[in-house]
């Protein structure tokens, strides 16, 4: 089993910058991709970006420059560096883990809100 827990959500106004934490626990061997995702109340789940663990990364297009995904191994930590925060960003932001390299997801944490005032 893994653990995901997710921090570093909160409010801010348009254009400003948030940078989410996932701190990664228990059977962390395995993982080969991880990811974050978000919902917006009435949404679909959107999956705004993800780290193989081959160093290879993908962004959806509505986040591509603003958004960055890395990980700090030493920390057993993922993060999601926002910036140029738009209102259309509001939502909770969810981490994933996942034990093949083609991204499917198993483990999820509990999400973290974000909020974007105009």
């Known amino acids: 089993q893994v653990q995901l827990v997710e921090s570093g959500g909160g409010s801010v106004q348009a254009g400003g910058t948030l940078r989410l934490s996932c701190v990664t626990s228990?059977?962390?061997?395995?993982?080969?991709?991880m990811g974050w995702f978000r919902q917006d109340s009435g949404k679909g789940r959107e999956r705004v970006a993800t780290?193989?663990?081959?160093?290879?990364?993908t962004y959806a297009n509505s986040v591509k420059g603003r958004f960055t995904i890395s990980q700090d191994n030493a920390k057993n930590t993922l993060y999601l560096q926002m910036t140029s925060l738009k209102p259309e960003d509001t939502a909770m932001y969810y981490c994933?883990?996942?034990?093949?390299?083609?991204?499917?997801?198993?483990?999820w944490g509990q999400g973290t809100q974000v909020t974007v005032s105009s």
């Open positions: 994933a883990a996942g034990n093949t390299f083609n991204c499917l997801f198993d483990y």
């Open positions: 228990g059977h962390t061997y395995n993982i080969r991709c």
């Open positions: 780290l193989v663990s081959d160093g290879s990364t």
